[in-house]
T-cell receptor
Framework: AQTVTQSQPEMSVQEAETVTLSCTYD???????LFWYKQPPSRQMILVIR??????QNATENRFSVNFQKAAKSFSLKISDSQLGDTAMYFC????????????FGTGTRLQVTL | KAGVTQTPRYLIKTRGQQVTLSCSPI?????VSWYQQTPGQGLQFLFE???????NKGNFPGRFSGRQFSNSRSEMNVSTLELGDSALYLC?????????????FGSGTQLSVL
């Protein structure tokens, strides 16, 4: 069975600063995808960034980037130049290749961006 | 382009009743998946439908069922409701559910069982 662990229940960062959210996972599979999703108060889950496990290069999307360490099974999210609109729950998620749309989520990190 | 639409937004039921939730995917998307979100268990995968067929199923009792129509709209049904079924139910759609494909989520249906 696959597990995803987010050890930081809550984090706070000042506007314009950088913050890193941690995620570790456990699997015996070799082909999989990793994701970070954001859930604002509107409750709608929004994809932030995606990483294919077979790619060594870390994914980036504007102010968001990941540090993917496959051997350590670690997948952290770095948010640069934090904005008030980044305030949300952030979920790390995992999907095995071949399991259509079946995401395994971590417990989430609540991020608060302050002035 | 309209997003994923879930109805109703809120629902209150009593124990023993049954409930049906609806999900309309983004136009052109043929895969619809359902997730349950609770404070205690977090986000858990319920099932996924593609072309009216269930392709994948999570570890939920048989009281939880679903179906998909020819227009890709999906419904999920929970029979004999229990207090523990109180949760936010999220629906997600994608083009064909290929691994790694981006999932687009709706805003969910908040179910309260009294």
């Amino acid at each position: 069975a696959q597990t995803v662990t987010q050890s930081q229940p809550e984090m706070s960062v000042q506007e314009a600063e950088t913050v890193t959210l941690s995620c570790t996972y456990d699997t015996s599979e070799s082909n999989y995808y990793l994701f970070w999703y954001k859930q604002p108060p509107s409750r709608q889950m929004i994809l932030v960034i995606r990483q294919e496990a077979y790619k060594q290069q870390n994914a980036t999307e504007n102010r968001f980037s990941v540090n993917f360490q496959k051997a350590a099974k670690s997948f952290s999210l770095k948010i640069s130049d934090s904005q008030l609109g980044d305030t949300a729950m952030y979920f790390c998620a995992f999907m095995i290749t071949g399991t259509a749309s079946k995401l395994t989520f971590g417990t989430g990190t609540r991020l608060q961006v302050t002035l | 382009k309209a997003g994923v639409t879930q109805t109703p937004r809120y629902l209150i039921k009593t124990r023993g009743q049954q409930v049906t939730l609806s999900c309309s995917p983004i136009s052109g998307h043929r895969s619809v998946s359902w997730y349950q979100q609770t404070p205690g268990q977090g986000l858990q995968f319920l099932f996924e439908y593609f072309s009216e067929t269930q392709r994948n199923k999570g570890n939920f009792p048989g009281r939880f069922s679903g179906r998909q129509f020819s227009n890709s709209r999906s419904e999920m049904n929970v029979s004999t409701l229990e207090l523990g079924d109180s949760a936010l139910y999220l629906c997600a759609s994608s083009l064909d559910g290929t691994a790694g494909e981006k999932l687009f989520f709706g805003s969910g249906t908040q179910l309260s069982v009294l």
